[in-house]
């Protein structure tokens, strides 16, 4: 899941630590970054790391929802569905990147490129309707500007 040369600069930053937990998220992002995702056993390992139970770290791991507990596409496309968002067009926008990737939201591009997800908030009302690639936020979107990003994007996706 991580290199034991990280797997060992965790555990001395973890390591004493009145709150150990308080690093969980960070150590979440750090096996994302090395996997891609969080399976099962980087749970695991976290929850050794942090001296805690794989449940404990599970329950954070769920409930954040940058935190991937199953795999995703190179780069993944997270939509706003707020009511600023879906009132301003973000529904017609879904269907349109849906149709565009060729796949439903939830669901991963046949070449692996991009994950298609809605998010509750980006914080971009005042840019809305709005979307988030990686940690980049693109706000006034139509299907013209949706054509650039994706365009754009795409030599990021590159295997």
């Known amino acids: 899941m991580l290199p034991q040369d990280q797997v060992d600069v965790w555990k001395k930053r ?3 630590h009145a709150h150990p937990m ?6 979440l992002r750090a096996i994302q970054a090395h996997h ?8 695991e390992l976290a929850a050794e790391i942090l001296g805690t139970t794989p449940l404990k770290v599970e329950e954070l791991a769920t409930f954040y929802d940058k935190i991937y507990r199953r795999p995703v596409g190179r780069r993944v496309i997270r939509l706003c569905d707020s009511i600023c968002c879906w009132s301003r067009g973000g529904v017609e926008l879904a269907v349109y990147l849906q149709d565009k990737l060729g796949i439903a939201l939830g669901e991963t591009s046949a070449d692996g490129a991009f994950t298609l997800l809605p998010s509750c908030c980006l914080g971009a ?8 690639i990686g940690l980049k936020t693109y706000g ?5 500007r ?6 754009a994007e795409a030599d990021e996706a590159r295997p």
């Open 14 to 16: 973890v390591a004493g």
């Open 22 to 27: 308080e690093f969980a998220i960070d150590l």
């Open 36 to 43: 891609g995702w969080v399976p099962d056993a980087g749970v």
């Open 125 to 132: 009302c005042g840019d809305a309707p709005a979307m988030m």
């Open 140 to 144: 006034n979107l139509s299907p013209e």
């Open 146 to 151: 949706i054509d650039q990003i994706l365009s």
